[in-house]
Every structure is written in structure tokens, then in C-alpha cells.
């Protein structure tokens, strides 16, 4: 049995940027992660020139917490910008690739909308408010900017970033910057040029909003941190994680290398997937912590091609989002290699395509041969290869990848505010709440740290 007075369950990012402030202050405490190397589902692997990612593969600088935590590891961990090809995107209607338009002008000139939505557009800065806080975010595009908009815009960027269905995200906790831009503006377009006249203090100025990566890929990030808040504190390959109450405190007991070990603690932290409270939690009524864990995630499985010599069509962007309209079996691809510094050898090209997704999760029960089969047939389709001789082909599954906020959301966010106020030194965090973004885990992870040394 050891004492401390925290104890972090996962050594993801959000775990890892808890203990990173924790140890900055001199806490005494301690993490737990089931696998045996810190980083979670973020992980760089690197094979014959290509670098690639087997988790997610970019983050946004949209907080102020994850710059100024570059800031800090910068003598052990270097921000990389993505370069200016970053702002091309391009999307998919009837076989041939748009890019997606920025600015009024751009969207009335684009063939990705119809003129009918083209018009509504302009007047998008003069319709009502809407009333409904639980309204998804399909419903929520159409009433302000159309239909085609909805399949041509929000849709394959819903896909990009959630996997997800705009039929079943609920903007007020999917995503609340767009919400309050009505709520707040009562326009979309209204409230982001009204917020752009805005005065910004130096701070606030760091927070670009641009696609970043790290120097050597994301586990540089998850290594420096891992390094910053100390190795030896920190146990790997710890499993069946169970959290006790015991005469005021918490008793958390987990097997490693089939041995138990045990730590009381006056606080404990839990990063991890709402599917796995249940067991960590016992001493939670299966009502309340069923509010949590009735969380649905994406399935999503990752394919990564390097090539050595790129023949196929020109990679001038960040990458290619296909709409659900279209029905093909892949969300989309990245062009990392065009974006990222040394992704793959001089002429060559690293891709990485998304399949699956919450309307098409049957996919993701596919074999890998059938999956190559896909991946071979619109990738010659859709990237104008005249043949499909990939250097590096690399399939990474995910049963629970994405978490989708839908309108349960807001009672699991009560939920963990309650049971937080019932158990006295007990947080939940994880990317169940606060958004699934890199720059949203820091910022959580910090958050959790603050509210712990109270």
C-alpha cells in the first residue's frame, strides 16, 4: 500500500497535462495507465522514411492552454505549424474534387451550393435566433443556411472532425463556439465579423487557430510531457483499475505483471473513456454513472499509405472530405506529407484515410482484406493513381474513437458536476465532457490540475 494525495487514472493527453501541472507544484502524486508507454491513442511510429501517426495526426491551436504548454516544453518538445497548402480543402461532390470556399464571395462562386442556399446565405445575418437548445446541428444548418450547405459544407466537416451524423450532434455541447455565435450574435456570419473587430490582448493573439503537429511527430509532445512531470511517477501495464471509497479517502487497486498494487489517496482523477467507469467506479449507482456511460463513440478504422514516388494526382492541401451524399466507403484523406515536414522521402507522399463512421460502422467489422479492397478501389478512383503499389500500407482499428455529443450530453455533464459534489475529491475527466480536440484536452487537463490543488 502507498500513499499519496492524487492519484491520475490514464496517461493520455489530458492525464499527462494534469500530472505536467501537478508536478510543476510539488503535488504529491501518482498516475496509472493500463498500457505500457504514456501517449494513449496518440502514438508516432516511423517505417522505411515515412512518420506517421497511429492516433490522431493534427491538433488546433484554439486554446490558449496548449500554446502556452508549447511554450513550456519547448526545450524538450518543438510546435510545428503546418504550412499555407494547410488552407486548401477540398470536397467531393459527384466524383470530382471542390475546394471549399473561404469568404461570401467564395461561397457564391463555389458549385458545391445551390443558388437557392447561395441567396440564403446572404441572408443568413438576418434570421432569428433559435429557440432550441437540444436542436441538432442538421436541423440548425438548414433553418440558417440551407440544405446543400449542410451536405456540402457542415456535413463532410462533421465527418472530418466526429465521424459523426449532423442529424444526431447537438451544436450546444458539440460545438458550442458555433452555438454561441447565434445565441450571442443571433448570426454566423454576423457574429464572426463582429467578433474579429474585437480587440484581442497579447494572449489571446497566440491562440491562431492554425493546424499543428509536433517536431517528430505528436508522441514528442506526450514523451516531454511525460518527462516534465517525472518518470517515476508514473506505473505502466496497470489493468482492472478499481477506485474504493475508504474511511473518507479513496483506495485504488489495479494488477500489474499480475501482482496487486494499491494507493490511498485523498484525490483521484479519472482521464478515461466513459465506457470504463462503470467497473473503475463501483461504488457509483448504476443510474447515475449509466448517465456517463451511455456515451456513444464512433468506430473508425485509420489506413496509412506511404508512397516513395507520388503518381497520382497533385497533393495541394490539407486533404479531401467526402460528404455521406455521396456514398462512398471513405470519409476522406489527409495529405499529411503536403502539410508536414519530413512525412515521407523526397517525392514520395503520405495519406491517411478514414473509414467507418457513425452511419457506416458496418464497415469497420470488415477483414483487412476486404478493407485493402476498398482502400485500393477509391484511392485509384478518387487520387488519379494509374496504379495502387502503396510502399506502406498500415490498418489501425478503433471501437470507441470519437465520442459523439448529442443530447444526453447535457445530463452526463450534470451528472459528473453532481457526483463530483457527492465524493469530495473525486474528478471525471476525459474527453466525455469538454470536447474531443487536442487543444481541449490541455486545457481540461489544466483545468483538472487547478481544481485538484485547491
Known amino acids: 500500500m502507498q500513499e499519496k494525495d492524487i492519484i491520475i487514472i490514464g496517461a493520455g493527453l489530458t492525464g499527462l497535462t494534469t500530472a505536467h501541472y501537478l508536478n510543476k507544484s510539488g503535488a504529491n502524486f501518482h498516475v496509472l495507465e493500463k498500457m505500457d508507454r504514456p501517449g494513449g491513442v496518440i502514438h508516432s511510429a516511423t517505417e522505411n522514411g515515412f512518420n506517421y501517426e497511429e492516433g490522431p495526426n493534427t491538433g488546433v491551436l484554439g486554446t490558449l492552454e496548449v500554446v502556452e504548454l508549447f511554450e513550456e516544453l519547448k526545450d524538450s518538445c518543438e510546435l510545428e505549424v503546418a504550412k499555407d497548402e494547410v488552407n486548401t480543402r477540398y470536397i467531393l461532390k459527384e466524383g470530382k474534387w471542390e475546394k471549399l470556399p473561404s469568404g461570401i464571395m467564395g461561397g457564391i462562386k463555389t458549385p458545391l451550393f445551390t443558388w437557392k442556399d447561395k441567396f440564403r446565405i446572404l441572408g443568413e445575418p438576418f434570421r432569428s435566433r433559435g429557440k432550441n437548445p437540444h436542436e441538432t446541428l442538421a436541423d440548425l444548418v438548414k433553418r440558417r443556411m440551407g440544405q446543400s450547405f449542410l451536405d456540402y459544407a457542415i456535413d463532410p466537416f462533421i465527418l472530418g472532425v466526429y465521424s459523426g451524423d449532423p442529424e444526431y450532434l447537438?451544436?450546444?455541447?458539440?460545438?458550442?463556439?458555433?452555438?454561441?455565435?447565434?445565441?450571442?450574435?443571433?448570426?454566423?456570419?454576423?457574429?464572426?465579423?463582429?467578433?474579429?473587430?474585437?480587440?484581442?490582448?497579447?494572449?489571446?493573439?497566440?491562440?491562431?487557430?492554425?493546424?499543428?503537429?509536433?517536431?517528430?511527430?505528436?508522441?514528442?509532445?506526450?514523451?516531454?510531457?511525460?518527462?516534465?512531470?517525472?518518470?517515476?511517477?508514473?506505473?505502466?501495464?496497470?489493468?482492472?483499475?478499481?477506485?474504493?471509497?475508504?474511511?473518507?479517502?479513496?483506495?485504488?487497486?489495479?494488477?500489474?505483471?499480475?501482482?496487486?498494487?494499491?494507493?490511498?489517496?485523498?484525490?483521484?482523477?479519472?482521464?478515461?473513456?466513459?465506457?470504463?467507469?462503470?467497473?473503475?467506479?463501483?461504488?457509483?449507482?448504476?443510474?447515475?454513472?449509466?448517465?456517463?456511460?451511455?456515451?456513444?463513440?464512433?468506430?473508425?478504422?485509420?489506413?496509412?499509405?506511404?508512397?516513395?514516388?507520388?503518381?497520382?494526382?497533385?497533393?495541394?492541401?490539407?486533404?479531401?472530405?467526402?460528404?455521406?451524399k455521396e456514398n462512398r466507403d471513405v470519409l476522406g484523406y489527409l495529405f499529411l506529407s503536403s502539410f508536414l515536414e519530413n512525412k515521407a522521402p523526397k517525392d514520395g507522399a503520405l495519406l491517411t484515410i478514414f473509414i467507418g463512421g457513425v452511419r457506416k460502422a458496418y464497415l469497420t467489422e470488415l477483414p483487412d482484406e476486404k478493407i485493402k479492397v476498398i482502400v485500393e478501389k477509391e484511392t485509384l478512383d478518387l487520387m488519379d493513381l494509374p496504379e495502387f503499389k502503396p510502399d506502406m500500407f498500415k490498418i489501425i482499428r478503433y471501437t470507441n474513437a470519437i465520442p459523439q455529443y448529442g443530447v444526453d450530453s447535457g445530463e452526463r455533464f450534470e451528472t459528473v458536476e453532481y457526483l463530483q459534489k457527492q465524493y469530495p475529491g473525486l474528478f471525471i475527466g476525459g474527453n466525455l465532457r469538454g470536447g474531443i480536440g487536442m487543444a481541449d484536452r490541455v486545457k481540461q487537463g489544466k483545468e483538472l490540475a487547478g481544481e485538484a490543488l485547491k
Open 170 to 324: 447537438v451544436p450546444k455541447y458539440a460545438l458550442p463556439k458555433l452555438y454561441n455565435l447565434e445565441q450571442d450574435y443571433g448570426s454566423f456570419i454576423g457574429g464572426a465579423i463582429k467578433k474579429g473587430f474585437q480587440k484581442k490582448d497579447e494572449e489571446l493573439k497566440k491562440v491562431t487557430r492554425k493546424v499543428f503537429s509536433a517536431k517528430g511527430g505528436l508522441s514528442s509532445l506526450t514523451n516531454a510531457l511525460h518527462q516534465s512531470a517525472k518518470k517515476e511517477n508514473f506505473s505502466f501495464g496497470v489493468e482492472n483499475i478499481k477506485i474504493q471509497q475508504k474511511d473518507g479517502q479513496y483506495l485504488v487497486e489495479g494488477q500489474q505483471n499480475r501482482q496487486t498494487v494499491a494507493f490511498l489517496c485523498k484525490q483521484v482523477i479519472t482521464t478515461t473513456g466513459a465506457f470504463a467507469l462503470e467497473e473503475m467506479l463501483p461504488f457509483i449507482s448504476a443510474t447515475d454513472i449509466s448517465k456517463i456511460t451511455n456515451l456513444y463513440y464512433a468506430k473508425v478504422i485509420e489506413v496509412v499509405l506511404g508512397f516513395n514516388e507520388w503518381k497520382g494526382r497533385k497533393l495541394d492541401g490539407f486533404g479531401g472530405l467526402i460528404p455521406f
